[in-house]
Structure formats: C-alpha cells, structure tokens
C-alpha cells in the first residue's frame, strides 16, 4: 500500500513538474513575441504614419492657400473700396467708431469692410441673378429679383457687424456689475485703480471675455503713458455702453477732486443693478401685449374652430334640407 501511494505521488509530482515546464516556456515565448512589434502593428504605424503625413500636407496647403487668398484680398481691397470711400472726415470716424463697437480696431478695418460690401454686391449679382435668369430666363421678375439680392448682400457685412456690435455691448452691459463688484473688493484691499483694472482682467478671461479685452488694452494704453481721463473717456467711447460710459465719467470725476473710487464704484454697480432689474421687469410687463398677436393669429382661430364648427356643422344639416323641403 505504501508502494502505490509512493509511485502515485512521484507520478503525479512528474505530471505536474511538466506541465510547470510547458507553462514557463510558454508563457516566456509568448512574451518574447509580445516585446517585438507584430506584423499587423507594423502595417497598422505605417499606415497611421502615412495618414499623419498626408493630413499634415493637407494642412499645409490649405495654410499656403489661405494666405495666398488673403495676400490677394488685402491687394484687391482698396480698389474694391474706392467708390464707397466716405466723402469727409466726420462719416470716417462715425465708421471707424462703429467697426471699433464692434470689435474690429485694425487701421486696415474701414478698407476691408467697404471692400467687403462692394464684393458682397458683386457676387449677389452675379450668383442670385445667373441662378434666377438660368432658371426662369431673362424676365422682368428676374432682374427683380437679381437686384434684390445684390441689395441684400450689398447690406450683409452692415448686418453682421451690427450683430456683432450688439453683441458685444450686451456682454459688458450683464458683466459690468460683477466687474465693479470685483474693482470694489480690490480697491478697498489697497490696489490702485490700475492694479484692479489688471486684477480683473486676470480672473474674467474666460466668464467676461469682451470686458477684460476692453480693460487690457486700457491698461497698455496706460502702460505707454497716457493720461488716465483720456483713456477712461476711450474706454467709454470705444465700446458704446452708456453704462460704462457714465463709469468712466464717475472715475475720472473721483481721480479729479480725490474722492473715494471704491465708493463711487459701489454706487454705481448699484444702480447698474437696479437699471438690471428694471428692464426685466419691463420685459415681463410687455409679455402680455406681445402674447396678444400670437393668440389672434394662430391660436383663437383653432379654438373658434373646435367650439363653433360642430355647431355649424348641425345647423347646416338640419336647416339646408329645411329650407329646400319649405321651398
């Protein structure tokens, strides 16, 4: 009995010593395998390789054409311009002071945007009025229409830059409170007016983008020695806020006569608010009136239909075969 477990366990010891021994080997040769790249990750890096480079070369061209387009626009451009140049110097700066309430302070501003209008007529002509003509012939109401849209794209670059304008001037208009809020607090921890105006252009970049550009150019401007009255009425001036402007009348006032800034900034982050709350209640109160269209013109003729058509329906089945019968 001792005999047979003995040569059970030395065989059963030697089954397992083996299969030990292939699993080492195999685990080892798989791992040797997996160090060196595979043949099909091999083709795969190529092929990702040869996409990259292709995606870069794209990349490059597309850079060479676009400064390629742009080289010839900025060529083309005062030329394109020429007939809509304005006349004296007062309809230049009422230009330049519209392209700049909306974001677009380059010298070159004014030039690109009467360039872009006349080519704006140039292809709304040409495109909306070959496309009509090709479609319908060359009729009266395809003239019509060909003027019409080289009017409308003749006005397009206005339109988006009021958009713009406007857009701008509601961002400062909503984040001027917390603005000041935040001017406050600097002032009253010790910071100069100037050191606030860059405290706050460091924790607004991201929340109110459109102020803390207007406050970093305020503060380059300052950098390079301007006197502060001219850049504060510039701030105001520039952006077309009536709010900021009365803020940069309130600070130059305050760094005139040395009254309190953060107090003055105070006040008038108040009555922005107040000013704030006000519209919104004017807005609500105007719901009413607006809501009125509407329900005459899409929702009262449904309902008289729903409440008044099956009693139509009635008296017409009922007093048609009456009235023909008495006949």
């Not at 001027?176 to 921890?189: F, R």
């Not at 207007?214 to 520039?238: I, P, S």
Request: charged letters at 20%.
């Amino acid at each position: 009995m001792v005999l047979f477990l003995t040569v059970i366990t030395v065989s059963f010891l030697t089954k397992v010593a083996i299969f030990g021994c292939v699993a080492v080997a195999a685990w080892l040769l798989l791992d040797l395998l997996a160090v060196g790249d595979s043949r099909a990750e091999k083709r795969l890096e190529e092929f990702n390789n040869s996409r990259t480079g292709r995606e870069d070369r794209a990349k490059e061209w597309r850079l060479q054409m676009g400064v390629a387009t742009v080289r010839l626009l900025e060529k083309a451009f005062p030329h394109l311009s020429k007939p809509l140049q304005p006349k004296n110097d007062r309809e230049i700066n009422r230009l330049r002071d519209r392209l700049n309430q909306a974001g677009f302070r380059s010298e070159s501003a004014p030039t690109v945007f009467l360039g872009l209008k006349t080519l704006s007529l140039i292809t709304g002509l040409f495109v909306g009025g070959g496309f009509t003509i090709f479609s319908n012939g060359m009729t009266q109401s395809s003239v019509m229409i060909m003027v019409a849209t080289g009017g409308v794209s003749f006005y397009l670059p206005a339109i988006v830059v009021w958009l713009r304008k406007r857009s701008r001037q509601n961002a400062i208009f909503f984040g001027l409170p917390d603005t000041l809020d935040l001017m406050v607090v600097c002032v009253e921890a010790g910071l100069g007016l100037d050191q606030a105006m860059r405290k706050v252009v460091e924790e607004m970049k991201k929340s109110y983008a459109v102020i803390a550009e207007e406050f970093t150019l305020c503060n380059l401007q300052l950098q390079m020695g301007r006197a502060r009255n001219e850049v504060l009425h510039e701030l105001g001036t520039r952006t077309g806020v009536d709010d900021l402007k009365a803020l940069a009348a309130i600070l130059i006032q305050a760094d005139k006569f040395g009254s309190s800034i953060a107090q003055a900034l105070r006040v008038q982050s108040d009555s922005m608010r107040v000013r704030r709350r006000q519209m919104a209640e004017e807005k609500a109160a105007k719901t009413a009136v607006k809501l009125i269209f509407p329900l005459v013109l899409f929702i009262f003729p449904a309902i008289f239909v729903v409440l008044v058509g099956p009693a139509a329906i009635t008296m017409v089945n009922e007093m048609f075969p009456a009235m023909s019968g008495g006949k």
